[in-house]
């Protein structure tokens, strides 16, 4: 299949406008997995890692079970068994046309093809093990996927006006000081925060779950359009791809794995983005969910995050970026509580009249060496004064 | 002091009717205690459990250091020079007029006097080991401290439309099947939760930080006489006692200690909430905070107890159940079936006419009490209101 389209001039031409530098056997064996496998396939991710992609496509569309696949290898047997039924799978979407297709659409968008062996790749995504992209086709700036921190923001569709205010503001404050945004390109809170990420000049990143030649949501066309242009807008699917729901879940498990934490700002009981958020979990990232009303369905997901996958609670930038371990110098809480001793003694002052240390002592119950300590700290403060016949407080009157 | 105290006939019958059953000196000294000791008085705690209300009053008073309080004591030296000290403190409130008064006020409000040797004593507030009350003063059912389960509700007295709606659901909903709702008898928040209970023919307990006396505050005057009159209206301190700051924090422990479970409804950053939240936390009561929108300085309180305290996220009744390990068949997603006798209201209920309570029963097919039991939660919520001629509901038309 590879020798066969490296004859064709148009798909030389383009495999070196996607990878200047690669190697363009190597570029069209990652091109044709990309078309042949869909996102997350353990069994493609596998034998790719065992023989390489060139080697690895042979492999899997030889007519005949290789000698990996025979009984007599060294491959433990369930893994053999994956990739024979595997093969059931990949060879009928093995069409040298579509593999030239997804090559000459993404050389036309001016995409670019990030690959696991690249320097740019990012390395987060691995820990996904056998599942994780063998390929991203990336428009625009691929070194954001590198860049950190990034936030996964990401939400209901079905977003209310509350949601998209909180989205807007975390994502811009996040944002503004050089997060990255990532996110879904979805209505609701997906566009929302790429929208405020591109508003406070910062960079956002959005996965597509079908490819990023095409727009989707249609409605997206500008935004995603800005996105490539000043952000990224990245998938593993080649150009040409249809979003699925089984993509849209697989997209789901890279927005989780490229952010340094992940955060849902309002969700349905049953919305994608529990799945984004389960993903999350899994991989042991960081995982924020802002409240709402329990009032509203939009933010049920949010309060089932909190109580089943102890999400942490998230309502500032600040309590965002203490996800991923930035601490803040904002301490909103600031004052700790007052000694008792002052409460009672507070309480047992007057403004308007003076009042004995022995009455002090008296009103408040506190003995009379802790009264006198406490109005020394409390002159000291100019909340309490001295007077001839005994102790005032400063307060108004 | 006792028996100055006790040659009093008036004293003697002020205590023989807060207490018939009770020894008359055991009574006289635990009202003394009560008056001289502020609430969560350590010290007093201890001496108390040593020697009994009696003698231990007899050496509080003591001109002289007794005993226990001397070096050849077998009591540690750290708590012979608490109760040296402490003895400091008591002394100067120990006025035989003072206590006569506690006593005359309590009968003469009808207040009964519940002790730790009491039958009825609500054996989890001991759980605050030397804090522990000492006594309570009750109102109305003392029972109700001891029937369970106790949900604590209790939030900001600035509480929002939100706030209150959601404490109104919460309280009618568990009080409903027959939790008894524990509060402090505050605006905002405790006065919903107060009044959702009683709205629903429920059962509830006002913790004040003042004498039963008292209504405080004064607006809350038909509230609690009501909840004296229904359930119960409970203080640590003597009749006659004003609230102060440091009883209104000793208060919020004895909140706590009496729920199965404390929720906070909405609470402010600093609210005393939180004070109430924290002692149970200490004491490793099941702690919920109700979320609401981040927007919401009402609601900052309680996302400060998701994030610091580990408290439950609880967004419905059967959440706060679970808390105390009720499980419930409802699925927690908020599309639980609404009471039946609430959907036959309704349907029973014109927003174009009003219906009179009769009609109302026989339209629905529900009992009288029932019905009024129904609209009281309408009412609450807005949903139906009173006119001259009846009950109209309150929906648009």
Not at 46 to 66: K, N, T
Not at 86 to 112: C, I, K, M, N
Not at 120 to 142: I, N, T
């Amino acid at each position: 299949m590879i020798d066969l389209l490296l004859r064709d001039a148009a798909v030389r031409q383009a495999a070196r406008s996607l990878r200047p530098r690669g190697d363009l056997e190597h570029t069209v064996a990652r091109t044709a997995w990309s078309v042949i496998a869909e996102p997350g396939d353990g069994a493609a991710g596998a034998l790719i890692r065992e023989l390489g992609p060139v080697e690895a496509l042979r492999v899997a569309l030889s007519p005949e079970d290789g000698t990996l696949l025979s009984p007599a290898s060294s491959v433990a047997p369930h893994m053999r068994r994956a990739w024979a039924e595997a093969r059931q799978r990949w060879r009928p979407r093995a069409h040298e046309e579509a593999v030239e297709r997804a090559l000459r659409s993404a050389a036309q968008v001016g995409a670019t093809l990030l690959l696991p062996e690249d320097e740019e790749w990012p390395r987060r995504v691995d820990h996904l093990g056998y599942h994780a992209p063998q390929a991203l086709w990336v428009r625009g700036d691929a070194g954001l996927l590198q860049r950190g921190p990034r936030a996964s923001i990401v939400g209901a569709r079905a977003s209310s006006a509350y949601g998209e205010q909180v989205a807007a503001d975390l994502a811009g404050d996040l944002a503004a000081p050089g997060a990255v945004i990532v996110s879904g390109g979805a209505y609701g809170i997906d566009g929302v925060a790429h929208r405020a990420a591109l508003a406070v000049g910062g960079a956002t990143v959005a996965l597509l779950a079908g490819g990023v030649d095409r727009a989707y949501p249609a409605g997206h066309h500008q935004l995603l359009a800005r996105i490539a242009r000043d952000g990224a807008v990245v998938s593993e699917l080649p150009c040409g791809s249809a979003p699925t729901k089984w993509r849209f879940l697989a997209r789901n498990r890279v927005i989780a794995a490229l952010g340094d934490a992940t955060v849902v700002v309002e969700a349905g009981w049953r919305s994608g983005s529990l799945n984004t958020a389960g993903h999350a979990a899994e991989l042991g990232r960081p995982l924020g969910a802002v409240p709402g009303p329990v009032t509203s369905p939009a933010s049920a997901g949010c309060h089932r995050l909190l109580r089943e996958y102890d999400a942490r609670c998230v309502t500032t930038a600040a309590e965002v970026r203490e996800l991923w371990g930035e601490t803040s110098g904002e301490r909103p809480n600031g004052e700790k509580a007052p000694h008792p001793d002052r409460t009672r003694l507070l309480d047992a002052l007057s403004s308007r009249t003076a009042v004995t240390e022995e009455e002090l002592a008296r009103r408040s119950g506190l003995d009379p060496d802790r009264v006198r300590a406490q109005l020394g700290l409390l002159e000291l403060e100019g909340i309490a004064h001295r007077t001839d016949r005994g102790w005032r407080s400063s307060g108004a009157g």
